[in-house]
T-cell receptor
Framework: GQNIDQPTEMTATEGAIVQINCTYQTSGFNGLFWYQQHAGEAPTFLSYNVLDGLEEKGRFSSFLSRSKGYSYLLLKELQMKDSASYLCAVSSDSWGKLQFGAGTQVVVTP | DTEVTQTPKHLVMGMTNKKSLKCEQHMGHRAMYWYKQKAKKPPELMFVYSYEKLSINESVPSRFSPECPNSSLLNLHLHALQPEDSALYLC?????????FGPGTRLTVT
């Protein structure tokens, strides 16, 4: 079957680092996405990994290991505005069909 | 520029009404998508259009009818909806795998 797992909630202090893990088992793999979604808003694209390794974009980094079916999103120097849901999604075919994990709610405290 | 626009932002309709949601992108993306998102759940794929042709229909009820008039526009025609169809409807487009969402239309069916 198809499965994408990520923790339900994580809490961290402003200025700290948080790592959100995502494990997946899908019938195909054409890339892994991370999105940020604030309550009541649409998902915002953060990263897209196709090859193994670490991709860094400012305060956000994303890592992928295809052999382990594993990815993580690293958020550094946390700010209050980073409080949001973070969605891990896998594209399992060439049409770009995305399957989403349930999302990880990150709460940043002062 | 990674902008996908959607209109209207909010829509309230009765179960006997006919309405349409509109999505537009001018990034030259050839794949476009409709997703449905209920509160506190991840987005669920409804339809995929590739090069203006319907590629995937995720067994969506016929009261939802997609249309792709040209490479920049995607419509979702709604007819005889049920209260449980109330949700955030998201349009997305993609290029080289990277998939970007529009702001969504919040639909309420009364």
């Amino acid at each position: 079957g198809q499965n994408i797992d990520q923790p339900t909630e994580m809490t961290a202090t402003e200025g700290a680092i948080v790592q959100i893990n995502c494990t997946y088992q899908t019938s195909g793999f054409n890339g892994l996405f991370w999105y940020q979604q604030h309550a009541g808003e649409a998902p915002t694209f953060l990263s897209y990994n196709v090859l193994d390794g670490l991709e860094e974009k400012g305060r956000f980094s994303s890592f992928l290991s295809r052999s382990k079916g594993y990815s993580y999103l690293l958020l550094k120097e946390l700010q209050m505005k980073d409080s949001a849901s973070y969605l891990c999604a896998v594209s399992s075919d060439s049409w770009g069909k995305l399957q989403f994990g349930a999302g990880t709610q990150v709460v940043v405290t002062p | 520029d990674t902008e996908v626009t959607q209109t209207p932002k909010h829509l309230v309709m009765g179960m006997t009404n006919k309405k349409s949601l509109k999505c537009e992108q001018h990034m030259g993306h050839r794949a476009m998508y409709w997703y449905k998102q209920k509160a506190k759940k991840p987005p669920e794929l409804m339809f995929v259009y590739s090069y203006e042709k319907l590629s995937i229909n995720e067994s969506v009820p016929s009261r939802f009818s997609p249309e792709c008039p040209n490479s920049s526009l995607l419509n979702l025609h709604l007819h005889a909806l049920q209260p449980e169809d109330s949700a955030l409807y998201l349009c997305a487009s993609s290029f080289r795998g990277e998939q970007y969402f529009g702001p969504g239309t919040r639909l309420t069916v009364t």
